[in-house]
């Protein structure tokens, strides 16, 4: 019998649609109860005799992870082997900034590239706005003004989004849903994925999908997806921000948390203006947060050896 490498592109609870290496879906079920893929992993499938289905045979070792607690307190994995994660701000809501750090800090723990986008550039926005996205600019993130309604820079947006397997994360009501449509420049694979293509009811509620953009790439979304929000332990903070973790290097102490420390390089950098008050700021209450949240260490990211990086709501 063949095995094929196969894509898990969409999500219906214990049903699966597959991108086969030919270019082909399928509709597939798991074998046994052992292995739960979702949207983004690699598996192993091969056909089933006389059936339309697939079987999906084995999971292949995930790069990484997106995951939040559910109710009952475990780990559910959301999407696996994300590339890159594009954190959406706009006018309104009113941008909270310290939002869109968290999620540049979950990028970093993932090991996902990250950009911002600054959506609903057809409303006025204050002027700080610019200093904050030159900020960004300034550390080496990729920061667009974008309209999803109007149009204006969807195609930088597209151009981001190019290469890889992506999740587009922000405040509800920023415009992601109106972003992906706008990419996707019509409903056709939103419908298609919430079809019911057997007749029988087996297919109505798709719990999420892997949306390939016409300008290359794909996104990857799902109601979890949508409402991702990280948990961050204090030094996952350190480690998040990028330009604190690459200033801390040269703090007197190696475990220094940039707060009240002597010689602390971050602090300096503060001061003579290398790192923005603002991210630092943003920084200091995170990690304030982040200690607030986890006293024992529960919950939030995890890294252990040799395993992709855990990271929940
Ligand atoms: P989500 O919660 O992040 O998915 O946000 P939605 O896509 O549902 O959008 C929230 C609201 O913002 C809707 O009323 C959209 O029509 C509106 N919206 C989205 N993008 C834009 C934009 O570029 N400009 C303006 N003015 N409104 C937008
Ligand atoms: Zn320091």
Redesign the pocket.
């Known amino acids: 019998m063949t095995t094929a490498a196969a894509l898990v592109v969409a999500t219906y609870s214990r049903r699966m649609q597959l991108l086969l290496p030919d270019g082909h879906r399928v509709d597939a079920r798991i074998k046994g109860k052992r292995i739960k893929p979702v949207c983004g992993d690699r598996v192993e499938a091969e056909p089933i005799p006389g059936e339309a289905d697939w079987l999906i045979t084995t999971l292949c070792d995930r790069r990484n992870e997106l995951t939040r607690p559910n109710l009952r307190g475990k780990v559910e994995v959301l999407a696996a082997n994300i590339d890159r994660l594009l954190v ?1 701000a ?1 006018p ?1 809501p009113d941008p909270d900034w310290s939002v869109v750090d968290r999620y540049l800090c979950a990028a970093e723990l993932i090991d996902a590239s990250a950009a911002v986008i600054f ?5 006025p926005a204050s002027e700080s706005v610019d200093e904050v996205l030159e900020d960004y600019k300034n550390i080496g993130y990729q920061a667009v003004r ?5 149009g ?1 820079n969807i195609d930088a947006v597209a151009g981001l989004l190019r290469d890889g397997v992506s999740i ?1 994360v ?13 990419l996707l420049q019509d409903d056709r694979q939103r419908v298609a994925a919430i079809s019911d293509k057997s007749g029988e009811g087996r297919h109505t509620t798709v719990n999420s999908a892997m949306l390939q953009l016409p300008g290359g790439g794909a996104v990857i979304d799902s109601p979890g997806v ?1 409402d991702y929000a990280p948990a961050l332990r204090p030094e996952e903070v350190v480690v998040g921000y990028r330009e604190i973790a690459a200033a801390g290097r040269a703090c007197r102490f190696a475990n220094c948390r940039h707060l009240r420390e002597p010689g602390c390089a971050v602090k300096a950098a503060v001061e003579n203006k290398t790192i923005s008050k603002r991210r630092y700021d943003s920084y200091r209450s995170r990690a304030a947060r982040s200690s607030a949240c986890h006293p024992s260490g529960a919950g939030g990211c995890e890294r252990r050896s040799g395993q992709p990086l855990r990271c929940s709501s």
Do not use: F, P
């Not at 959506?119 to 409303?123: Q, V, W």
């Not at 974008?146 to 109007?150: I, T």
């Open positions: 959406m706009a309104a959506n609903k550039a057809d409303l974008c309209s999803a309604k109007s204006l587009i922000g405040q509800s009501g920023v415009g992601k849903s109106s972003l992906i449509n706008r949508r």
